[in-house]
């Protein structure tokens, strides 16, 4: 295996690591593959994007391709990659079957980026105002097609433990189809925590998410009507900044800087806005995967509220940076009090740090993740035999995509 490896990854759009959390993990799987001799092409049948890295820049060669359209055949075929990620079991569902017929000995890798199934539950579940029972899962739409998506693939990644413990209890998913795989930052120190501004140089309450995902404009709904009314009776100066790429007129509406609510708009550079306030709220009630805004705060030395689905999965058995709260009411007092409480601030900020340190450092996956995938790139033969339910959705399901793409390519000439 001395020859240069060749990485294939389809992306479901282009990364904006400063537009969306998903995006920032794109690239640190791209730095890991890199720093690992892979030659990469990043391919997406994505518009362009004002927002969306230089790929360039990294190394990285673009290009644009086409959905329902032979001409990835060829642009695969030539391209021969070793390895293959999608982005989302859309995009699985979309190119997996010509990846098969092209490239069968490729690896095919999936990056869930978050359980869609799970957080499409969870919505419906909250929409239908009831609490979420993990039997909803079974009768999801969303799921079937997920789930036979990872049993298609050699390898799934999965960001959260909860996620992992869905598949296995629920999907009875086998275990050598999946590789935990958080977030992954720099590991701090208590000099790093020094050189960030202190309690009294930073002010104001602020949220951040990228509006086009549906569990923060619902966050931002209910900071509106139900937190922020109990907190600015109790706290009469608080200033709320709520910033985020992509926000619709509807939220652009919620504007109201005589309550001390502000909508900013998107952010030029989130980190710097995060480290300049005290406080990070993110009262989220529905949602999967990890919350890249809560492992921001943690960075940038902000404690954060937020809701249990906000932090699921994110701390291990640790203390939270701040307050874990699902009652409006109590999570506007916890909000107030850490808010005021220098002490209590500076504790929950020691509390991100620990957490940063234990939950997602890159040396502790980066290395295992890279020598599985070489594992597989030898074994892959022995692994497919084992995986019998994705060979059997390989054999039937792929019929039905392949043929419906084909008549879409037919009907487009």
Aim: aromatic share 10%.
């Amino acid at each position: 295996m001395n020859q240069q490896k060749k990485l294939l990854i389809i992306g479901f759009v282009w990364p904006e690591p400063n537009s969306s959390a998903a995006g920032g993990r794109m690239m640190q799987l791209i730095s890991i593959f890199k720093q690992n001799g892979f030659e990469i092409t990043f391919a997406s049948a994505a518009q362009d994007s004002d927002f969306m890295v230089n790929l360039s820049e990294f190394g990285i060669e673009k290009k644009s391709i086409e959905l329902n359209s032979s001409s990835f055949d060829d642009f695969v075929s030539e391209l021969n990659p070793n390895v293959v990620l999608f982005d989302r079991f859309m995009i699985e569902e979309q190119f997996g079957w010509r990846v098969v017929e092209k490239c069968p000995n490729a690896i095919r890798i999936l990056d869930t980026e978050d359980l869609h199934s799970l957080r499409t539950a969870r919505q419906k579940a909250f929409k239908e105002n009831r609490t979420f029972e993990m039997y909803d899962l079974l009768s999801e739409e969303v799921a079937k097609r997920e789930i036979a998506s990872i049993l298609r693939c050699d390898l799934s990644l999965i960001i959260s433990k909860f996620e992992i413990n869905v598949l296995k209890d629920v999907f009875k998913i086998n275990e050598d189809l999946l590789f935990y795989l958080p977030f992954l930052v720099k590991k701090m120190n208590e000099e790093e925590l020094s050189k960030l501004p202190s309690f009294e140089n930073r002010k104001n309450f602020v949220f951040i998410g990228n509006f086009l995902h549906e569990p923060n404009w619902n966050t931002v709904q209910y900071l509106k009507e139900a937190i922020w009314p109990l907190i600015k009776k109790n706290f009469p100066e608080a200033v709320l900044e709520v910033y985020g790429a992509y926000p619709s007129q509807k939220v652009l509406q919620l504007h109201q800087p005589k309550n001390g609510f502000f909508i900013m708009g998107r952010a030029e550079d989130a980190n710097e806005i995060v480290k300049k306030s005290r406080i990070v709220l993110a009262p989220i009630r529905f949602g999967a995967g990890l919350k890249g805004k809560l492992l921001e705060a943690m960075q940038c030395g902000t404690p954060s509220v937020t809701t249990s689905i906000g932090s699921e999965a994110m701390h291990a058995d640790l203390p939270w940076n701040g307050f874990v709260e699902d009652n409006p009411e109590e999570f506007s007092k916890k909000a107030i009090t850490l808010y005021q409480d220098e002490n209590l601030w500076k504790e929950s900020q020691k509390n991100g740090i620990q957490i940063i340190n234990k939950c997602y450092q890159k040396s502790d996956y980066s290395d295992k993740l890279i020598s599985l995938v070489n594992s597989l790139l030898i074994n892959s033969e022995s692994h497919r035999l084992h995986n019998f339910m994705g060979n059997l959705l390989q054999h039937h399901a792929y019929k039905s995509t392949m043929y419906m793409s084909k008549w879409i390519e037919a009907k487009n000439k």
